[in-house]
């Protein structure tokens, strides 16, 4: 979240902000609240100041009546602590909640606009748009004649949306983990398998909603605990309430996990096969970093999303998010929109998103220079490395041939054992 004290001196620009991102806030409240917190904070303790001196009294009264009418005036003081105590909660429960929904700022070199509509194409990848001398399958058709995806079977045990990867896709799925994994380990990465589960205000703090209305989480009843959509939220809340040597950053950290997503309100052709699915695999990127470091890092992250999707030779377009299509925590997002031509459109395969100290505000997440005193907010970053079920769909089309084949991609082949999936007998 965004510092309190910059917002108060900030208004405008952070008014601004807001309808840039098309977010709907009631800043003049939060500001009226945050007067009203101060000025009850400041009464508190004046009260309990003055409750300290009458009963430091109490011992030098001169007899006992003097002694219980001072005992009267404290509890009488206490009391109205009491109340503007409980008023002073209620105070800031709605600031926080106001507090919440404020977006992070925005890159002043991020495209202003308020959806996907204004997003800027800012590059290609160097694999040209295939063309086809055959009316090119999507990716589901292709599934189907090659036995790799049960949607129906996943279905029955899971509901729509959930679907078993078979045959070939499973190597493929492993083989794409590796793939990633090789190059983000040559780079420094330190490799995680991260857990499936985490606390709700870790993702509270990442910037998930775990539970309402407009959730996109999967929560566990009964307990704090909610299905990761990412391994952002996990590798994230890594550091929650710690404090690092400022000598260790940047820490470039790359987990593998299962992601898990309701996609509430989802619907067209997106939602047709594994393009949009409520669980899928992931390698994903993240870095704690100096704030001085994180422009640089989300450069280096988005050129290794690039590397990655070159290495697979599949052709894509880079995006630069506008400002209205921003998550609330990112305050600079580039995707990677791979051509998938059975769909006859860009799909987004890759995301990597810059939160400067937003999250690390709200994890209480540090560092600590050597020989200063006190402690500093980390800068956040996350990208990801290989969203498999994207991924599948994107190699499936673009790789497809006359015949009803798919040519594995050449890096792949290692992990696959065949340069190529042909139609079982």
């Given at each position: 979240?965004?510092?309190?004290?910059?917002?108060?001196?900030?208004?405008?620009?952070?008014?601004?902000?807001?309808?840039?991102?098309?977010?709907?806030?009631?800043?003049?409240?939060?500001?009226?609240?945050?007067?009203?917190?101060?000025?009850?904070?400041?009464?508190?303790?004046?009260?309990?100041?003055?409750?300290?001196?009458?009963?430091?009294?109490?011992?030098?009264?001169?007899?006992?009546?003097?002694?219980?009418?001072?005992?009267?005036?404290?509890?009488?003081?206490?009391?109205?602590?009491?109340?503007?105590?409980?008023?002073?909660?209620?105070?800031?429960?709605?600031?926080?909640?106001?507090?919440?929904?404020?977006?992070?700022?925005?890159?002043?070199?991020?495209?202003?606009?308020?959806?996907?509509?204004?997003?800027?194409?800012?590059?290609?990848?160097?694999?040209?748009?295939?063309?086809?001398?055959?009316?090119?399958?999507?990716?589901?058709?292709?599934?189907?004649?090659?036995?790799?995806?049960?949607l129906e079977g996943g279905a029955r045990v899971a509901g729509?949306?959930?679907?078993?990867?078979?045959?070939?896709?499973?190597?493929?799925?492993?083989?794409?983990?590796?793939?990633?994994?090789?190059?983000?380990?040559?780079?420094?990465?330190?490799?995680?398998?991260?857990?499936?589960?985490?606390?709700?205000?870790?993702?509270?703090?990442?910037?998930?909603?775990?539970?309402?209305?407009?959730?996109?989480?999967?929560?566990?009843?009964?307990?704090?605990?909610?299905?990761?959509?990412?391994?952002?939220?996990?590798?994230?809340?890594?550091?929650?309430?710690?404090?690092?040597?400022?000598?260790?950053?940047?820490?470039?950290?790359?987990?593998?996990?299962?992601?898990?997503?309701?996609?509430?309100?989802?619907?067209?052709?997106?939602?047709?096969?594994?393009?949009?699915?409520?669980?899928?695999?992931?390698?994903?990127?993240?870095?704690?970093?100096?704030?001085?470091?994180?422009?640089?890092?989300?450069?280096?992250?988005?050129?290794?999303?690039?590397?990655?999707?070159?290495?697979?030779?599949?052709?894509?377009?880079?995006?630069?998010?506008?400002?209205?299509?921003?998550?609330?925590?990112?305050?600079?997002?580039?995707?990677?929109?791979?051509?998938?031509?059975?769909?006859?459109?860009?799909?987004?395969?890759?995301?990597?998103?810059?939160?400067?100290?937003?999250?690390?505000?709200?994890?209480?997440?540090?560092?600590?220079?050597?020989?200063?005193?006190?402690?500093?907010?980390?800068?956040?970053?996350?990208?990801?490395a290989i969203a498999v079920s994207r991924a599948l769909v994107?190699?499936?089309?673009?790789?497809?041939?006359?015949?009803?084949?798919?040519?594995?991609?050449?890096?792949?082949?290692?992990?696959?054992?065949?340069?190529?999936?042909?139609?079982?007998?």
């Amino acid at each position: 979240m965004l510092d309190r004290r910059f917002i108060l001196e900030n208004l405008e620009k952070v008014r601004e902000n807001c309808r840039n991102r098309n977010v709907q806030v009631d800043l003049d409240r939060f500001v009226s609240l945050e007067q009203e917190r101060r000025r009850l904070q400041a009464e508190l303790e004046e009260l309990n100041r003055q409750a300290n001196q009458v009963a430091q009294r109490i011992p030098k009264a001169a007899d006992e009546t003097q002694r219980e009418a001072l005992r009267e005036e404290g509890r009488q003081i206490r009391l109205k602590a009491q109340q503007v105590q409980q008023r002073l909660t209620e105070v800031e429960a709605e600031a926080a909640a106001i507090h919440r929904v404020i977006p992070n700022m925005s890159h002043p070199d991020a495209p202003i606009g308020p959806g996907s509509e204004a997003n800027r194409v800012i590059g290609y990848g160097r694999t040209p748009k295939p063309e086809f001398p055959f009316p090119p399958r999507d990716h589901v058709e292709i599934a189907q004649m090659l036995d790799l995806v049960d949607l129906e079977g996943g279905a029955r045990v899971a509901g729509h949306g959930f679907y078993f990867l078979k045959n070939e896709a499973v190597l493929l799925e492993l083989a794409l983990q590796r793939y990633a994994l090789d190059i983000l380990l040559s780079e420094g990465f330190t490799p995680m398998i991260t857990p499936d589960v985490a606390r709700n205000h870790i993702l509270e703090g990442i910037g998930f909603i775990p539970r309402g209305p407009e959730t996109q989480i999967y929560s566990i009843e009964g307990t704090d605990l909610s299905l990761v959509a990412t391994a952002e939220i996990t590798l994230g809340g890594l550091l929650a309430g710690q404090v690092v040597d400022a000598d260790l950053l940047p820490i470039k950290l790359c987990g593998i996990s299962h992601c898990f997503r309701t996609e509430a309100g989802a619907h067209g052709r997106a939602t047709r096969g594994i393009y949009r699915v409520h669980q899928f695999t992931k390698v994903e990127m993240f870095a704690f970093t100096l704030p001085d470091q994180s422009d640089q890092m989300l450069e280096y992250f988005r050129d290794l999303e690039c590397r990655i999707f070159d290495g697979l030779g599949i052709h894509y377009r880079i995006i630069d998010t506008a400002t209205g299509d921003l998550g609330g925590p990112a305050y600079r997002k580039y995707d990677l929109e791979a051509w998938m031509p059975g769909r006859g459109e860009y799909g987004e395969v890759t995301s990597t998103s810059n939160c400067t100290d937003y999250q690390a505000r709200r994890l209480d997440a540090r560092y600590r220079v050597r020989g200063e005193k006190g402690t500093r907010l980390l800068h956040t970053l996350n990208g990801t490395a290989i969203a498999v079920s994207r991924a599948l769909v994107a190699i499936l089309e673009n790789y497809q041939q006359a015949d009803g084949s798919v040519i594995i991609p050449e890096v792949l082949r290692p992990w696959v054992g065949k340069d190529r999936i042909v139609p079982k007998d």
